[in-house]
């Protein structure tokens, strides 16, 4: 038994068992997600989320929220917010709320420590030429003229940095590692730059602004974090992480990479979703479409469908593409067993039933939720006149298609079986209504006509239908993997034309004028559907989450 525990661990989990075994955090174990706020949080920061407060659970431990704001040129509160509403609405509750910007004074006064201990040093050269200076893997970087100023100049130029005397760019603080190291993130590494600009929340203190690898982990360290977790392309900026902290004497937490999230038909770089949102290509960062946390949201996606995908794809060492069917399967399999059903119908045409009673209307049963069947009966009223779907109507039948065809038999569900008797046409051919019969006693659950048909289609009563607005959506590009561009290329070239197709007069039941957004249903035969913030009564709007199965599977 245990050793099956053991083996089912994450390698993730084995580091955080062996250290427990070792003593080396006193057992502790205290996580953080880390995300900056320059946008919204994506299904790749959601993996992120599941698995940092997903090990705190497991551990009885602690995970901090930090915001990682250290550039303030792409930050903004409304991202804050986002993120923070995001990280809740998947289900999870931080211990910390902290921002690294909290701790700029502490970081301040560890980079004139390093100074002091003959460690970093203000270089005058220009990132330019810093860049043309470093070298390649293989050929050494060329030490900065400056590289060997005395401490004394260093913390005064790093102070007149500080006081806001010097030109952006003019000047930026170096650590003094390694100019000849094979990793190049160890060859004298910019700690500090200079920007001019305001920060969300400190407003006009600074103008000198920590660098991500100086800052990360001695927030970490500040917090006492003990497992650092992000993502593979920071393996190589551990042996930095870990120098930092060394030189310093401070407490020690242990980075750790796994591989990034990446789904296809999708992209998941802010830098990138940014793009799409100020160019126009979608409706905004929730659209429906996106891969965003309120993208997900808005189309219909449950917080409980989105973990079971963070915990089904697990961790991996080496990055891979996930396919986005699996994301859509884990929403299909909540919303099936948690969706009510009800009818809709999205390209209507109407059926007369010419052998019904005029003025009559009858309530037949259906389940809410056959998954469910302890939520009971709903009941839905049939008349004389009801709409089907166009697609289940063939004038010309190929083989093998047992929906309604002109002489033909179909069960309305729940209802009657029906025959089709005549065909109307407007001038232009287009079939605006069908003639049918019913027979009284294929009435569902109390059917005794003896008749056999093979095809039961879905339908609305027309006295029951009101006029919504319905958005199907498709994948947002039309390739898989958007990390393999061919060249002369660009990724947004790959954008699917076809991704949103509104219909602006699908028939639903009355019953759902009363929807609220968020709710979700399915839609019987058509897929699972949620209701959109942009609803009223007057105006009700759905969005289709997913289809009742994965049609683009078939069609490959
Ligand atoms: P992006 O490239 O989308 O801007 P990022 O890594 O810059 O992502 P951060 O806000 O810095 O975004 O990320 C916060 C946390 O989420 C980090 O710990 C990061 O490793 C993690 N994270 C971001 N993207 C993914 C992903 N695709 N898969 C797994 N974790 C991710
Ligand atoms: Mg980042």
Request: overall charge negative; aromatic content about 10%; some cysteine.
């Amino acid at each position: 038994m245990e050793a099956n525990e053991h083996k089912s661990l994450n390698f993730i989990e084995q580091i955080i068992e062996e250290h427990n075994r070792t003593g080396r955090f006193g057992g502790r174990v205290h996580t953080r997600f880390p995300p900056e706020p320059n946008g919204y949080l994506h299904i790749g920061h959601a993996k992120s989320i599941c698995l940092n407060f997903g090990l705190a659970q497991k551990y009885n431990g602690k995970c901090n929220l930090r915001y990682d704001d250290t550039n303030p040129s792409t930050e903004e509160i409304e991202y804050v917010e986002a993120i923070r509403n995001d990280v809740r609405w998947l289900g999870f509750q931080w211990d910390g709320e902290f921002y690294a910007s909290d701790y700029f004074d502490q970081l301040y006064e560890w980079a004139e420590q390093l100074i002091r201990q003959g460690k970093a040093y203000v270089d005058d050269q220009s990132a330019e030429e810093i860049a043309a200076t470093r070298g390649t893997p293989t050929v050494p970087g060329k030490e900065s003229p400056y590289r060997n100023r005395s401490v004394e100049e260093n913390l005064d130029l790093f102070r007149r940095m500080k006081a806001g005397e010097f030109e952006e760019g003019s000047r930026v603080l170096r650590a003094k590692i390694d100019m000849a190291s094979p990793n190049m993130h160890m060859r004298d590494p910019v700690l500090y730059r200079i920007k001019k600009e305001p920060h969300h929340r400190t407003g006009t203190k600074w103008c000198i602004y920590p660098m991500y690898d100086f800052a990360h982990g001695l927030c970490d360290s500040i917090e006492g974090i003990t497992h650092s977790i992000c993502t593979l392309e920071f393996e190589v900026h551990r042996p930095l992480y870990d120098w930092l902290i060394e030189q310093l004497g401070i407490y020690h937490p242990q980075q750790i990479e796994f591989a990034r999230l990446n789904l296809s038909y999708t992209v998941m770089s802010k830098r990138k979703l940014l793009e799409l949102v100020e160019g126009g290509y979608v409706k905004g960062w929730d659209d429906p479409r996106l891969p965003t946390l309120s993208g997900l949201r808005r189309r219909g996606y449950t917080p409980a469908a989105i973990r079971h995908f963070a915990d089904k794809i697990g961790v991996a060492k080496r990055d891979n593409l996930i396919d986005v069917s699996l994301l859509e399967f884990c929403i299909r399999e909540d919303l099936n067993k948690n969706a009510p059903r009800t009818m809709a119908v999205l390209h209507p045409i109407k059926v007369v039933i010419t052998n019904y009673p005029e003025g009559q209307t009858e309530m037949v049963s259906a389940l809410i939720n056959p998954e469910k069947p302890e939520l009971g009966t709903r009941l839905v009223p049939f008349g004389r006149e009801v709409y089907i779907e166009r697609d289940d109507f063939m004038e010309n039948p190929p083989k093998g298609y047992f929906r309604l065809t002109p002489g033909g038999e179909v069960r309305l569900k729940y209802a009657y079986i029906i025959q089709c008797q005549e065909v109307i046409k407007d001038e232009t051919g287009k079939v605006t209504q069908l003639n049918c019969i019913y027979f009284p006693e294929s009435k569902s659950g109390a059917d005794t006509s003896g008749k056999r048909v093979k095809g039961t289609i879905h339908w609305v009563a027309v006295q029951e239908a009101a006029y919504a607005e319905v958005r199907l959506y498709d994948r947002l590009f039309t390739i898989a993997d958007l990390s393999d561009i061919p060249e002369g290329k660009d990724w947004k070239d790959f954008i699917n034309p076809h991704s949103l197709e509104v219909i602006n007069n699908a028939i639903i039941e009355k019953s759902l004028l009363q929807a609220k957004p968020g709710d979700t249903w399915q839609f019987e035969r058509l897929g699972y559907f949620c209701t959109d913030p942009d609803t009223s009564h007057e105006k009700p709007v759905f969005n289709r989450t997913v289809t009742l199965k994965d049609t683009w599977a078939k069609m490959q």
